[in-house]
């Protein structure tokens, strides 16, 4: 079983800054692919941000410019800088991670519970 656990969410002025974190813990024996979705009221999930465990990036048109996602491998973590922040940003966050539990194992897809962003003066 794998948990994705994440944090930093909250509630930011427009143009103000955040830092999002999700962990992974449990089974894990790799992990590939690492980032952050989000959903907004009414809305589809939209990809904001994900990295590869070799360091490639993929960042959603919306956010490029004000947002960077980073992860440390050794903690099975990755992070969401989230600067100049803008009311359309206000959404809720969701952590995924593509891991493998074990070396016979396939791939399987995991998400956290949802971390909460309002951008509101």
């Known amino acids: 079983q794998v948990q994705l656990v994440e944090s930093g969410g909250g509630l930011v002025q427009p143009g103000g800054s955040l830092r999002l974190s999700c962990a992974a813990s449990?089974?894990?024996?790799?992990?590939?692919?690492m980032g952050w979705y989000r959903q907004a009221p009414g809305k589809q999930l939209e990809l904001v941000a994900i990295?590869?465990?070799?360091?490639?990036?993929n960042i959603g048109d919306s956010v490029k410019g004000r947002f960077t996602i980073s992860r440390d491998n050794a903690k099975n973590t990755v992070y969401l800088q989230m600067n100049s922040l803008k009311p359309e940003d206000t959404a809720v966050y969701y952590c995924?991670?593509?891991?493998?539990?074990?070396?016979?194992?396939?791939?399987?897809?995991?998400w956290g519970k949802g971390t909460l962003v309002t951008v509101s003066s």
């Open positions: 990295i590869t465990n070799g360091g490639s990036i």
């Open positions: 449990g089974s894990i024996f790799s992990i590939n692919d």
């Open positions: 995924y991670a593509d891991v493998m539990t074990s070396l016979l194992s396939p791939k399987g897809d995991y």
